[in-house]
């Protein structure tokens, strides 16, 4: 019989019952045991969905508080230091401490979760580090799914991918070195799981997936030598990308299964048809919500059961965290657009997908008749849809003028013009985009979605909110000043809406981190831009203050990777429609005297291939979408973007290729060590980078805001350099954001007189 497992579930709830308890138990709102009772619920869910979808195992550890890298680093006692935290006691507070800081400490560091939108909390290692075991997290979830009476699969990162997305902090080492102490950590923490009766442990390696140093390729044959030696099955998880390169290795590891992600390279399972152990294949998209071709996926699964027999795994390609959690709920899409609805899945229709193919290998295909002709029907009917593709929408992009894509003069004489009429003083500041969207601010806007509020008011309400900002800014003495967003829902949402070939959900969140949840629009057609999106908000902000206005816009490469995007044609194709769209807006702003523009690009580093080999093409295109974004505009327009949770040291001229006029980054809680690399590229236009983390409401002393200008200052010059947090304040309230702006403020006046006298 062919086993169906699920390799993650997401954490937060249908209905992001975790997200909103949590913050209610961070306001103090909630008791702590109220909490743990939410958690256990939720977890107890996910475990009856995947048993009644027949799953031979429900997976136990995918479920987190806050991150499952920030768990791991919990279990094997690496949290850091600075805290003076005992991994050992740890107390719910002081978990989420480490995940948000505290008085005294700033949060991890957060960054992407190597392609996805989902961030996890980067471990700091240190030449000292120390680690011991603690499994509770784990052998917890086991003894609650056993006691269920279901049959259990826990999951833990592995030891070498755990080690590789970390950092090496304080004295210079190299982090593999640790890799000795850590490997007995891990076989400590696996014989505690393989004690609870465990049959199968998941073991997730997506590193794998990278291009690793040979060492560290190297070491898996000895860890895992070590880690067989557990009292329980191994099961080797790769996902993301293709491991073929590896194929040799891994047929030769002492493990006892292997699963491929076959939906992101499909390619790969030729290298692995003579696996001779338990092969799980990856064949349900576990990071879009395009429903499977069934049939098309049996003839792959067909051939592989044949050779394979019992030792056929079927699962989704990756965790289901990365896609939102039921389609059923959706009845307002199903009512207004029903042919997009049919050819949509999210974690509970792909569970029941994989139950199809399970009973069609299991049963034979005749078994699930119905089902797998209402999968081809579905099918087939997106294939020949009319909706999807504009012939005007191919006719631009394939005539768009020579060098459509380039400024007409350089960033050194674009400046001159920029500066003769922005006449900024030196460090000029600015906030990156959004202000608190304020309780006052969603009341508004889920009144106006409901009917309750007419869209006069709603617009009044708004612009109230907009005045209200401008104020604030113009009392902390800004320089550039923003309209705070507050008519965005979110950042891609918001131009998603009012984009054509974009569709949307009620419920379709999926985690970004901790209790931040994101709804991604569904693009599903051709892109356009029917009418100005932004343009009358940044106009009536410019008419309350007589400093200069920011324009507020996403990038082309960021709406891309925060939606799910259509599968059918090249993802550089929408992104280019995408940039072209955004462009008619980009001139609307400059013809309406809105002549700063910030075009957002945080996920320009997240879109990298993993394997180095596929960068040059993919950059390539990035940047070209993005300079089309903005292409026809004069040279005394002054075009920002920004970029965050990114490290660009490996991909700097092609930031620089984006000739932006001034870029934001963050760059905090990494204590600006990202400067160094853009010092030794010699960056050649402004930079602003970000002086204090918005992910806490810890106000940083004028100390720290100081000691990180200083340092900024050693590298990059004086009259280049803007002031700025590390991004948008959307998620703050407004007693800390003013504190903070104003440290902020108060520093850069201070280096100003310094330097100026």
């Not at 991918?161 to 400590?188: C, H, M, S």
């Not at 609805?341 to 699930?368: D, H, I, M, P």
């Not at 995408?578 to 462009?583: H, Y």
Request: with cysteine; glycine share 4%.
């Amino acid at each position: 019989m062919t086993t169906l497992h699920i390799l993650g579930f997401p954490r937060v709830g249908a209905k992001r019952e975790l997200k909103f308890e949590q913050e209610r138990y961070w306001r103090k709102e909630l008791a702590e045991q109220d909490l743990l009772d939410l958690a256990k619920a939720l977890r107890e869910k996910n475990w009856q969905h995947q048993a009644q979808a027949n799953a031979d195992f429900v997976t136990v550890g995918d479920f987190t508080f806050y991150d499952h890298i920030l768990d791991l680093q919990v279990a094997t006692g690496a949290i850091p230091a600075r805290f003076g935290f005992d991994s050992q006691s740890l107390t719910l507070d002081q978990y989420f401490q480490l995940a948000r800081g505290n008085k005294e400490q700033f949060a991890i560091e957060m960054t992407k979760w190597f392609d996805t939108n989902y961030h996890y909390l980067v471990p700091e290692f240190q030449k000292n580090t120390t680690f011991k075991a603690n499994p509770t997290h784990y052998v917890n979830q086991i003894r609650e799914a056993k006691a269920a009476g279901h049959q259990v699969k826990p999951v833990i990162v592995g030891p070498l991918t755990f080690l590789w997305l970390g950092k090496e902090k304080g004295e210079a080492f190299n982090r593999f070195d640790l890799l000795k102490q850590l490997v007995p950590i891990y076989f400590e923490i696996l014989t505690a799981l393989a004690a609870e009766g465990v049959e199968w442990i998941q073991i997730d390696e997506p590193a794998l997936a990278l291009d690793l140093p040979q060492e560290w390729l190297a070491a898996y044959q000895d860890v895992y030598a070590q880690l067989a030696k557990v009292n329980a099955k191994l099961l080797l998880a790769t996902y993301f990308g293709s491991v073929a390169e590896h194929a040799a290795l891994l047929k030769a590891l002492p493990v006892d299964g292997l699963h491929l992600d076959l939906v992101r390279a499909p390619e790969q399972l030729s290298a692995f048809e003579d696996y001779p152990k338990v092969l799980s294949a990856g064949v349900i998209d576990g990071r879009n919500i395009w429903r499977a071709n069934l049939n098309r996926i049996l003839y792959v699964l067909e051939p592989l059961k044949a050779k394979f027999n019992q030792r056929l795994w079927i699962a989704p390609s990756c965790s289901l965290l990365h896609t939102p959690y039921d389609l059923a709920v959706e009845t307002q899409l199903q009512q207004n657009n029903p042919e997009l609805y049919r050819w949509l899945a999210f974690t509970l229709q792909k569970v029941a997908e994989l139950q199809v193919l399970k009973q069609a290998l299991n049963a034979g295909r005749s078994a699930v008749a119905e089902q797998l002709n209402d999968s081809q029907t579905a099918a087939d009917a997106r294939e020949k849809s009319k909706v999807i593709h504009k012939a005007e929408v191919a006719q631009r992009l394939a005539n768009l003028p020579a060098n459509a894509d380039k400024r007409q003069s350089p960033f050194a004489e674009r400046i001159k013009l920029q500066n003769k009429w922005l006449n900024l003083p030196l460090f000029p500041t600015t906030n990156i985009g959004s202000f608190p969207q304020t309780l006052e601010i969603r009341h508004a806007r889920a009144a106006f979605k409901k009917g309750e509020l007419s869209l006069a008011d709603y617009e009044a309400a708004m612009q109230k909110e907009i005045e209200f900002v401008i104020r604030k800014q113009e009392e902390l003495d800004l320089d550039v000043l923003v309209h705070g967003e507050a008519e965005r829902n979110d950042m891609v949402e918001y131009f998603g809406e009012l984009l054509d070939g974009f569709a949307f959900t009620k419920f379709g969140w999926v985690q970004s981190y901790g209790s931040r949840c994101v709804k991604p629009p569904v693009i599903y057609g051709d892109v356009t831009r029917p009418e100005p999106m932004t343009v009358r908000w940044s106009q009536y902000a410019q008419s309350l203050t007589d400093k200069v206005m920011k324009g507020m816009l996403t990038g082309p490469v960021t709406i891309l990777q925060w939606s799910f995007v259509r599968n059918d044609i090249p993802r550089s194709t929408v992104c280019k429609q995408i940039g072209v769209a955004l462009s008619d807006e980009v001139l609307d702003l400059e013809k309406a005297g809105i002549k700063v523009i910030q075009i957002d690009e945080p996920a320009i580093r997240e879109g990298l291939p993993l394997k180095r080999a596929d960068w040059d093409a993919y950059l390539q295109w990035a940047g070209e979408a993005f300079r089309l974004s903005y292409m026809g505009v004069k040279d005394d327009t002054q075009i920002h973007t920004h970029m965050c949770y990114s490290e660009f040291n490996d991909i700097l001229p092609a930031i620089a290729g984006l000739d932006a006029d001034v870029i934001t980054i963050e760059t905090s809680r990494s204590d600006m060590e990202l400067l160094t690399a853009f010092a030794d590229f010699k960056y050649p236009n402004d930079i602003g980078p970000g002086v204090y983390d918005i992910h806490s409401p810890r106000v940083p002393t004028a100390g720290e805001i100081e000691h990180l200008l200083r340092k900024a200052l050693k590298v990059i010059p004086k009259e280049r350099l803007w002031v700025n947090p590390d991004c948008g304040l959307k998620t703050r309230g407004w007693k800390e954001t003013i504190e903070q702006l104003q440290v902020m403020v108060d520093v850069t006046k201070k280096l100003r007189t310094e330097l100026t006298q």
